[in-house]
């Protein structure tokens, strides 16, 4: 598997995305906001999802089961897809380029396009909701914060998590035709 010449093509993006991962690292020097985003980027390492998979089984019975099913296909094509293209793009974490970028969490690999929280967010929520729209205030929000998380905590750039997004769509929405 070749390396898709991707560097060449972030370089200008990232100069563009700069300041804007600036502005949203900034916000990390309060302590209190530090840990909310950790905490927030940790639960959505795996932690909230595979727990909403275990639990909405035994809270809704068949129809849990089923989103849960769903929910586990969903995440193992996005898996694919993200490893595939992290891999291949080797797009460089912000922290890791720009000086003013600041790490406040460990991130899980060396490259930073696409946002793979953000991916699996997206299209966990877009299952979860597809069969009970009452989870809509808890995981839109969630979801919401994860990605914002992710620029936050310097780990990626707003692309990053706007690719991952429209990903995490486009793998939820099609999985609904299947």
Not at 10 to 37: G, K, S, V
Not at 54 to 66: F, Y
Request: proline share 6%; charged share 10%; hydrophobic share 50%.
């Amino acid at each position: 598997m070749s390396t898709i010449k991707a560097p060449h093509i972030f370089q200008r993006m990232d100069q563009y995305e700069l300041a804007y991962c600036l502005c949203f690292n900034r916000i990390c020097r309060l302590p209190q906001i530090t840990r909310l985003f950790a905490a927030i980027s940790r639960l959505g390492d795996g932690v909230f999802w595979y727990t909403l998979m275990l639990i909405l089984p035994m809270m809704r019975g068949e129809q849990g089961l089923m989103a849960s099913l769903h929910m586990l296909m969903v995440g193992s094509i996005a898996l694919l897809i993200y490893k595939g293209l992290k891999g291949r793009m080797e797009r460089p974490r912000p922290f890791n380029t720009h000086e003013g970028i600041y790490i406040y969490t460990a991130p899980l690999d060396h490259y930073s396009f696409p946002s793979g929280h953000t991916l699996h967010a997206i299209g966990f929520t877009i299952i979860a909701v597809g069969y009970f729209p009452e989870l809509a205030w808890l995981l839109v929000p969630f979801t919401a914060l994860v990605a914002l998380s992710r620029v936050v905590l310097g780990l990626h750039y707003p692309t990053d998590v706007l690719a991952g997004a429209a990903i995490g769509t486009t793998i939820a929405v099609v999985s609904w035709s299947i």
